[in-house]
């Protein structure tokens, strides 16, 4: 085929604005576990990322720009997520970062982005201290909207001693800095109850057998376990009662709803109880659409999203981060995380509406009057109290004034 001067011209001016069409979008890189133990909620979070962009990116972008998500498995691994900011930071030059299931790949990786200040925003990692990392220096660069541990250590304490009345607790923590932290804020918000307890152990990412660790709990005369692990073995926990012969209520931190905790569990692991921003159930309009939308995309096992509070965290992180941008009109991150903190405009997201939901001096998006209680129960969750979910209906934002967080001990 022969071209004359002027087509090719015009094919030469094409593939040029193509060009820069595909490099003037806005970068933002998603970090998480999608391959492993974490994975049911690594990819349910990445999913929730992937929806909002979606629908973000159809209704014009942000600045008149398309946002282009930049994906990397860090398999739950400290070191793995290190290489990812460097390379996210270097290579990429994302204008922003969200994800971060596990805190010790947070707490090891964000502190390179805090360097850059690159705006950072947790959406699953829950560890107290992520958020306070940087309380040391002129600007903090991290931002969180998942419940910390912090907030659901004391709604842990709160359903096992006092709406069940146990006196007896023992605690089961893996050995990672998410389950030894999860453990301490537990203690701190047993002891604010007057309960010690009978017994604490450990286990390791990979245990297959918590014998050892059951049955110190059940001589101590422990009426319940209190858990902060992840899924698989979380598991083991339940299946070894089971085998056990011996059947205690398990409640813990939100990990007991991942889906690797239900399926392998089977009836040990019903009637668990945890703290849960999001559960699926069509309580608002925007819940309503969010899982529909999520179903029909992503077509998950039996319609039953794997981890539900990872998926909608994920779906608001992206939201909250494009309302900064345009509220700042640039991607330079100074400016992103100076609208961060003073956002003007509410954003309506699925966990909660967020009204104002970061300072200068706090950067937790959610508050302890917005987490409920849900329940293993048929192999799916649920709102383990009725009155919960006629609250969940209502628009919920952040309560500044909200009770039961933990100090934080710097």
């Known amino acids: 085929m022969n071209l004359t001067r002027p087509a090719l011209t015009a094919l030469a001016l094409a593939a040029a604005m193509a060009s820069v069409q595909a490099a003037d979008t806005i970068k933002i890189g998603v970090d998480g ?6 994975s049911s909620m690594g990819v349910s979070m990445r999913d929730g990322v992937r929806l909002a962009t979606a629908e973000i990116n159809a209704a014009g972008g942000v600045l008149g720009r398309k946002i282009e998500l930049i994906e990397r498995d860090d398999e739950a691994k400290n070191e793995r997520g290190v290489q990812i900011a460097q390379e996210l930071i270097n290579r990429e030059h ?9 805190t010790g790949v947070s707490l090891a990786a964000q502190r390179f982005f805090q360097e850059a ?22 600007a ?7 419940a910390a541990d912090a907030i659901q250590a004391p ?20 050995s990672t800095n998410y389950g030894q ?87 040990g692991g019903e009637g668990a109880r945890m703290p849960q921003t999001f559960i699926q159930e069509p309580t608002t309009p925007k819940r309503q659409s969010f899982i529909i939308d999520y179903l029909r995309t992503f077509k998950p096992k039996n319609n039953r999203i794997d981890s539900p509070v990872s998926a909608a965290q994920g779906y608001d992180s992206i939201y909250l981060l494009a309302a900064a ?4 009109g640039s991607t330079d991150g100074p400016k992103i995380r100076a609208a961060l903190e003073d956002l003007k405009a509410p954003v309506d997201g699925v966990v909660t509406t967020y009204n104002h939901p970061f300072t200068a001096k706090d950067h937790e998006a959610i508050t302890a009057n ?41």
């Open 33 to 38: 576990p999608y391959t492993g133990g974490s």
């Open 94 to 102: 994302v204008a922003a970062v969200v994800g971060y299931i596990n």
């Open 117 to 138: 200040r690159i705006p950072v925003m947790n959406n699953v990692a829950t560890g107290t201290i992520v958020t306070h990392q940087f309380d040391n220096q002129p």
């Open 140 to 146: 903090n660069y991290v931002f969180r909207n998942a």
């Open 155 to 174: 709604m842990i304490a709160e359903e096992a001693v006092v709406r069940r009345g146990f006196k007896k607790v023992a605690i089961l923590a893996d």
């Open 181 to 267: 932290l999860g453990r301490q804020d537990l203690e701190k918000a047993l002891a604010l109850k007057g309960i010690k307890p009978v017994a604490e152990e450990k286990f390791n990412i990979g245990d297959v057998d918590m014998t050892a660790q059951l049955l110190k709990a059940k001589q101590a005369g422990a009426q319940v376990i209190l858990t902060y692990g992840i899924g698989p073995e979380l598991a083991q926990i339940a299946d070894g009662m089971t085998k056990l012969g011996w059947k205690v209520p398990m409640i813990g931190s939100w990990t007991l709803s991942m889906a690797n905790f239900i399926d392998n569990a089977g009836p």
């Open 325 to 328: 941008i345009k509220q700042a």
């Open 370 to 410: 917005i987490p409920v209680l849900g329940e293993v129960k048929g192999q799916r969750v649920v709102y383990a109290y009725p009155e919960d979910q006629k609250e969940a209906s209502k628009v919920r934002v952040k309560d500044v004034h909200a009770k039961g967080a933990l100090t934080v001990q710097k």
